[in-house]
C-alpha cells in the first residue's frame, strides 16, 4: 500500500491561488500514474488532473488552463498549482496512486473559495 500525504488546502479568495502536494511513501518512478479528485458537499469525488510516469498529463475541461499538475521524482511529490480559483472549486481534494489495478488514497485536504 502507497501512503499518500496532501497538503497546501485553506482558505482563498476567488482569484486567488493555492499549491497543493502529495507526498508518497515509495517512489513515484513505480507509480503508474497520480492524480488529484476532488468531492464537494453533496456531490460524487471528480477527477481533476493526472500525470503519468511516462511524463504525460491530463485535466478536466473545468480546471484546464488554470490548473497545473507537476511532480518532483527526487522527492516523490505530485503538486497540484491552483490559479485563478472560483467558488466552484471549493472541495477536498484527494491525491491517488494508480499501480496496476492498484488504487489508494490520501484522507483529503480542504480548499475552500470564498471572499
Known amino acids: 500500500q502507497v501512503q499518500l500525504v496532501e497538503s497546501g488546502g485553506g482558505l482563498v479568495q476567488p482569484g486567488g491561488s493555492l499549491r497543493l502536494s502529495c507526498a508518497a511513501s515509495?517512489?513515484?518512478?513505480?507509480?503508474?500514474?497520480m492524480g488529484w479528485y476532488r468531492q464537494a458537499p453533496g456531490n460524487q469525488r471528480e477527477w481533476v488532473a493526472t500525470?503519468?510516469?511516462?511524463?504525460?498529463?491530463n485535466y478536466a475541461d473545468s480546471v484546464k488552463g488554470r490548473f497545473t499538475i507537476s511532480r518532483d521524482n527526487a522527492k516523490n511529490t505530485v503538486y497540484l498549482q491552483m490559479n485563478s480559483l472560483k467558488p466552484e472549486d471549493t472541495a477536498v481534494y484527494y491525491c491517488?496512486?494508480?499501480?496496476?489495478?492498484?488504487?489508494?488514497w490520501g484522507q483529503g485536504t480542504q480548499v475552500t473559495v470564498s471572499s
Open positions: 500525470t503519468t510516469s511516462g511524463g504525460t498529463t
Open positions: 491517488n496512486a494508480k499501480r496496476g489495478w492498484l488504487y489508494d
Open positions: 515509495i517512489s513515484i518512478f513505480s507509480i503508474d500514474a
